[in-house]
């Protein structure tokens, strides 16, 4: 057979993959129309999910936005400028919380860059700073101070597949971004996720986001703006009451994002890039998506490629470092998860859903700057995608894993 040549995304730019002899198909997403998100978001803002904005905050309201963090491509700053055009109240009485969850603090630059004009009014969450506001089935909810003692809280997020909510956004952004320990303790625990309802691109029935948005029914937000997007860029903005936002970019993302695939693959290469190739913890959900998803395209003992530079290597946040920890003391994949079926920290379930799929599949991580962090983590590393499939394998190349769905 010809030989194979594409690219994959690796950072901020691309690598150029040659497959000689093997068999390739490519999964490409009908993506949609790219659109301006400050448009959108106004346009949505006009049209939304229940009450105007207006209608939410009042004069002399203090206004807390909760915004996603570095490991989510939202344009931030469109939002915010957005909501805040529309919002009755002075500057001043504005406090925007960094939604971090276990993640690392962002620097200075990455708030700039997110956020530019409102740069300043950010501040960076801290987790064990947060306070209480209620209880969900006994589960402490709490938030980031300025979240409770806000008269009004808002958030932006990014309604983009997700393995346990189904598709991320609404109140995640706030309950566990600007969250506590004991709810992600909860919601990512070994209990949790093993309901047969809380998996990739599942909204409906779904458990884990059911808890989420009844979590954000005590703390928050009460109103929001997200986007969704595509191969193509932002794909759509919905404003208003979380659920009905989730929802409604949930059903634009399924169209634009579901490929029907066969099975029996060799190897799935599935592509990543800036900003969820930064470390290992975020860039291994290309593998779980692949191999955990609606419909898994491997054959049995089938591998999965990546590649992922990993400047940040396993990762820098309190989850990213149990992540590694867990992976890096375990004998085997199936070694992990028995152990961690008896329950782990907050943070930790990226190591468990990993070891879950490393059970039945090899996972390659290559191009990377940390090959030794991948190896320490039961994975393999290669320096191309090319030494990481064998010759004559049958390859199913998915360009943009985290925003497909395979069907």
């Known amino acids: 057979m010809a030989e194979q040549e594409f690219s994959l995304p690796l950072g901020d730019g691309s690598v150029a993959v040659s497959l000689p002899d093997c068999e390739v198909d490519v999964a490409t997403p009908a993506g949609g129309e790219a659109v301006d998100p400050r448009a959108a978001a106004e346009a949505a803002l006009d049209d939304p999910h229940g009450p105007a904005l ?7 309201d203090e206004v807390c936005v909760v915004v996603t963090d570095v490991t989510r491509a939202t344009p931030d700053g469109a939002l915010v400028g957005a909501m805040l055009d529309r919002l009755p109240v002075d500057r001043e009485r504005v406090t925007i919380v960094l939604g971090l969850g276990l993640h690392r603090p962002m620097t200075d630059e990455e708030v700039e860059s997110g956020l530019g004009a409102f740069a300043d009014l950010a501040v960076n969450h801290d ?10 089935d006994g589960v402490p909810v709490r938030v980031h101070p300025a979240v409770a003692d806000a008269d009004a809280v808002l958030s932006t997020g990014m309604v983009e597949p997700h393995q346990y909510a189904g598709f991320s956004g609404g109140a995640k952004t706030v309950v566990v971004g600007a969250g506590g320990e004991p709810l992600i303790r909860h919601t990512h625990g070994p209990e949790l996720l093993a309901e047969p309802g809380v998996r990739l691109g599942r909204v409906a029935d779904n458990p884990f986001r059911e808890f989420l948005d009844r979590a954000g029914d005590l703390a928050g937000p009460d109103f929001c703006v997200n986007v969704t997007h595509g191969p193509a860029g932002i794909l759509d903005a ?6 009905a936002v989730v929802r409604d970019l949930a059903a634009t993302a399924r169209a634009a994002l579901s490929v029907e695939v066969a099975g029996g693959y060799d190897a799935v290469l599935a592509g990543v890039g800036a900003p969820k190739d930064a470390n290992l913890y975020q860039a291994t959900r290309a593998a779980t998506y692949v191999i955990l998803g609606a419909n898994n395209p491997l054959r049995a003992g089938g591998r999965v490629v990546v590649p992922a530079r990993l400047p940040e290597g396993a990762g820098d946040g309190r989850g990213e470092r149990r992540f590694h920890d867990r992976l890096s003391a375990g004998e085997s994949a199936a070694a992990v998860y028995e152990e961690m079926r008896e329950g782990y920290e907050p943070g930790a379930q990226r190591a468990f859903v990993l070891a879950r799929a490393l059970r039945d599949h090899e996972v390659w991580i290559t191009n990377s700057d940390h090959p030794e962090v991948v190896e320490d983590c039961l994975m393999h590393a290669a320096p191309s995608p090319a030494e990481a499939v064998e010759p004559g394998s049958r390859v199913l190349v998915v360009p943009d894993a985290l925003n497909t769905l395979l069907v």
Do not use: I, K, L
Not at 54 to 60: L, M, N, S, W, Y
């Open 127 to 136: 987790p064990d700073a947060a306070v209480e506001v209620g209880t969900v």
């Open 238 to 243: 919905a404003a208003g009451e979380p659920r």
């Open 54 to 60: 207006r209608e939410v905050v009042d004069a002399d």
